[in-house]
T-cell receptor, first 112, second 114 residues
């Protein structure tokens, strides 16, 4: 069964304390893996799309990496405004092109 | 306007009311989605429309009725809802075809059923 698991469920960091969020996935084939940021009461905001193992993408303090079994979202020197829930999703090749499997997210809190 | 816009952002309705959620996408995509997001649960796919045809309906109760008049607009008609239907309802769009298709979300419509 296709599955996405995110860890940790919640993370508290001091401002400037770098860390990584994990997204483990189980699919027989990967069409794409997606990272989103979600603020309370708002829709997910797109961050990155990764297609194949070894791929990396960066945006400001965020860097996403992909292996055959998991993806990491690295946060370098985070600031309080990086506090949000980060969602991971995969689009399997074995399902229709409309199917996305979402994790339950990692709630990040960055303290000043 | 850019991206995916949803109205209203907040809605409170009684169990006997009828209301509608509206979504418009400005990305030129050919597929539109309704998702339900409840606390501590993964996003739940409700409906998918591709080129104005419904292609997926994930066993959603009939008190939720979608409508897609064209490729840019999507509605979710609500009637005789239950308190457990209170949630964040997200509209999304994507361009189907080729590699992984990034799905873009609207700001959501926060629904409270009283």
């Amino acid at each position: 069964e296709d599955q996405v698991t995110q860890s940790p469920e919640a993370l508290r960091l001091q401002e400037g304390e770098s860390s990584s969020l994990n997204c483990s996935y189980t699919v027989s084939g990967l069409r794409g893996l997606f990272w989103y940021r979600q603020d309370p009461g708002k829709g997910p905001e797109f961050l990155f799309t990764l297609y194949s193992a070894g791929e990396e993408k960066e945006k400001e303090r965020l860097k996403a990496t992909l292996t055959k079994k998991e993806s990491f979202l690295h946060i370098t020197a985070p600031k309080p405004e990086d506090s949000a829930t980060y969602l991971c999703a995969v689009q399997p090749t074995t399902s229709g092109t409309y199917k996305y499997i979402f994790g339950t997210g990692t709630r990040l809190k960055v303290l000043a | 306007e850019t991206g995916v816009t949803q109205t209203p952002r907040h809605l409170v309705m009684g169990m006997t009311n009828k209301k509608s959620l509206k979504c418009e996408q400005h990305l030129g995509h050919n597929a539109m989605y309704w998702y339900k997001q409840s606390a501590k649960k993964p996003l739940e796919l409700m409906f998918v429309y591709s080129l104005e045809e419904r292609v997926e309906n994930n066993s959603v109760p009939s008190r939720f009725s979608p409508e897609c008049p064209n490729s840019s607009h999507l509605f979710l008609h609500l009637h005789t809802l239950q308190p457990e239907d209170s949630a964040l309802y997200l509209c999304a769009s994507s361009q189907v075809g080729g590699l992984g298709n990034t799905i873009y979300f609207g700001e959501g419509s926060w629904l409270t059923v009283v």
